[in-house]
């Protein structure tokens, strides 16, 4: 099958189609399973962890009221020292889970007893056996388990360790301290503990299986391992040590949120490498944690396997229906192949080739009727056209017409006043289509008064150019009978008001420069303000006030503004077109990057002003459609000519 056919395209989007549809299904439910998969693992992991925190907790808070009923009953007096050895084999006996159980005196506590007396009791294979401990090189009272609830004066979980010339195994012990009456006072007597094999608890917590390789881990206050699937990680490493080692920050940040006491459930890289979950939670009595990890790939393993055999099921289905719709589709297309020779007879102008017939009532029978209709318009639209063209070129040619018609009515000659050195002007006007709606113009009132005015109208195209021919023509025959830029505005501002039907409008500057003075009378309405070029470099936009455009109040009262302009001085009027130029990016060319481009040329003349403002927007359209005229005028005062 050819690839530029429509039975090809036709196969391709519908296999296109019904793929995506697959895909998008498939991607619906692997987002979800994923999903519903991680919550499931995670409150599995949660539950874990928590239910191994309460067995843990259940083992061990019974153990710890132990000690705490013995040193009760040893500060009531009930036992004699001599007793204390058959108490202390009782509570190993009785209590699988208790590795030792010992009574440690303060020093000389019995006279007769010596500077050490620590009855213990401990587990040994089925036999419960009992010695005495402490010596010169057992001296109790400086180990930490003694230590600490010693100067604590309360309960406390020995960090795990090693309890060599005592138990000889890894253990932790559960100190209490005990207190005797002596001359009606309580008095700090010694130690009783009870003592707990790492092998128990790592037994314990290594039954916990998560996936096919999670597992669980505990660790201390001071984030060393007691138990670890790793035997060479147990009181070897701690969290901190493999988070330097491995180079794992997140691991640091686990380990002080776990000796916080912290619970939270989050992934880690492992070097890097495998990403993995971990809950962790914290024991109360011990303060130890104890935390479940898994690897990712394995809590996704069912997911993959049933996402690859959906895939291979929708990659044959897909088979399938490529070859079902190839056959379907090429008996139904055939007759096409007859109407596209037609087809390109007509296009070459043949509009009256012979169609095919067509048998069945269906498309193919509206196709046979729409190529007849098709000849028909055709030609008539071939006569249509002729006709279109000749009368489109008229109006061009008239466009044409008007356009030099509207040019000519506005100055175009420069210097426009050569007998005249006190004032030089300069000015430009680009169309965005044929005919335009911006003007400009400049004549002297008297021998002292030189009127300039810059003005851009509504809308564009003829009726904005008939708007500011009208415009022109009433400022020119109503300049000379009034003194002040607000008067002839308010006279041309009602004229262009009245029978105003279609509320164009025209913004307006209009000035009268006394040329003996320098003095600048102005009159803004609504049109963008002016740049003032003083003749020591300083540029500004010139004040305006409020006003609104000419034609749309006539009764609105124009406000008269006066400057001094001195020798050198320019002022650089534009139309909008200017500032709202845009590229390709419908970016302007803004008041800013305007205002700059005058500040950096204010020593040139007025013909080289417009020449360099044309280049930047020019530079700054960069070929982009005119979308508005573009109308500049720049006047600079000479001062008052001298006679020698």
């Known amino acids: 099958m050819k690839r530029n056919t429509l039975s090809f395209r036709i196969i391709i989007n519908v296999l296109l189609i019904t793929a995506s549809l697959f895909v998008l299904i498939l991607s619906v439910y ?77 020093p000389y506590f019995f006279d007769h007893k010596g500077l050490y007396f620590m009855p213990y009791a401990y587990r040994a294979s089925d036999s419960i056996f009992t010695t005495y401990l402490g010596s010169n090189t057992y001296e109790y009272f400086y180990m930490d388990w003694y230590q600490i609830p010693a100067m604590l004066r309360k309960p406390y979980w020995s960090e795990p360790y090693y309890d060599e010339g005592g138990g000889n195994i890894l253990m932790a012990t559960y100190a209490v301290p005990v207190y005797s009456r002596r001359d009606n006072k309580r008095v700090f007597s010694g130690i009783t503990t009870i003592d707990i094999s790492l092998d128990k608890l790592t037994d314990l917590v290594s039954s916990i299986s998560i996936f096919e390789t999670g597992y669980a881990f505990m660790i201390t206050r001071n984030g060393v391992a007691v138990t670890h699937p790793d035997k060479s990680m147990i009181m070897n490493k701690s969290i901190f040590s493999n988070a330097e ?39 109360n009595s011990t303060r130890w944690s104890i935390a479940v990890v898994y690897p990712e790939h394995e809590m996704y393993a069912s997911l993959t396997k049933m996402n690859r055999l959906v895939m291979l099921l929708i990659f044959a289905g897909l088979l399938f229906l490529v070859l079902l719709i190839t056959k379907i589709v090429n008996r139904l297309a055939s007759p096409l192949v007859k109407f596209a020779e037609a087809a390109r007879l007509i296009a070459k102008g043949n509009f009256e080739t012979p169609l095919p017939e067509v048998k069945t009532k269906d498309e193919m029978l509206e196709l046979r009727q729409a190529f007849m209709q098709m000849q028909v318009q055709l030609t008539q639209y071939i006569e249509n056209l002729k006709q279109t063209t000749a009368d489109k070129e008229k109006i061009e040619s008239e466009l044409r017409i008007a356009s030099e018609i509207q040019l000519s009515m506005i100055p175009h000659s420069f210097p426009p006043f050569p007998d005249l050195p006190q004032v030089d002007l300069f000015a430009s006007l680009k169309s965005a289509k044929e005919v ?56 041309l501002n009602k004229s262009l008001a009245i029978n105003n039907d279609s509320c164009m409008f025209v913004t307006f500057f209009l000035g009268i420069l006394h040329l003996k003075t320098g003095e600048l009378f102005y009159t803004n309405a609504g049109h963008n303000p002016p740049l003032y070029i003083g003749g020591n470099g300083q540029t500004k936009f010139m004040e305006m006030g409020t006003s609104i455009p000419l034609g749309l109040n006539e009764e609105y009262a124009y406000t008269c503004l006066n400057t001094q302009m001195q020798q050198g001085d320019k002022i650089f009027a534009y139309t909008d077109g200017v500032s709202e130029a845009e590229n390709a990016s419908l970016e302007l060319f803004g008041e800013k990057r305007l205002y700059d481009c005058i500040a950096k040329h204010h020593n040139a003349n007025t013909r080289e002003i417009i020449g360099i403002m044309n280049n930047e927007i020019e530079q700054h359209v960069d070929g982009y459609m005119q979308s508005d005229d573009i109308t500049m005028l720049t006047v600079v005062y000479n001062g008052q000519k001298r006679e020698n």
């Open 30 to 106: 692997y987002i979800y399973a994923r999903k519903t998969i991680s919550e499931a693992s995670k409150v599995y992991a949660i539950q874990l962890a928590e239910n191994m925190e309460a067995r843990i907790e259940q083992e061990l808070q019974p153990l710890e009221k132990l000690p705490q009923m013995l040193s009760a009953t040893i500060e009531m007096g009930f036992f004699h020292e001599d007793s204390l050895v058959q108490v202390l084999q009782t509570i190993v006996q009785n209590n699988p889970s208790v590795y030792g159980a010992s009574m440690a005196f303060e």
């Open 245 to 283: 080692d491995w180079g794992m920050p997140v691991l640091r940040q686990i380990g002080r949120e776990l000796l916080r006491g912290e619970s939270n459930f989050r992934s880690y890289n492992l070097r890097g490498k495998e990403k993995r979950w971990i809950y962790y939670t914290n024991l």
């Open 436 to 491: 335009g709606g911006d003007l400009y113009d400049f004549f002297l009132i008297d021998n002292d008064k030189f009127c300039f005015a810059i003005g851009d109208v509504s809308g564009k195209g003829v009726p904005a150019s008939l708007f500011m021919a009208v415009t022109r023509t009433l400022l020119r025959s109503i300049a000379d009978k009034y003194n002040t830029p607000d008067d002839i505005m308010k006279v």
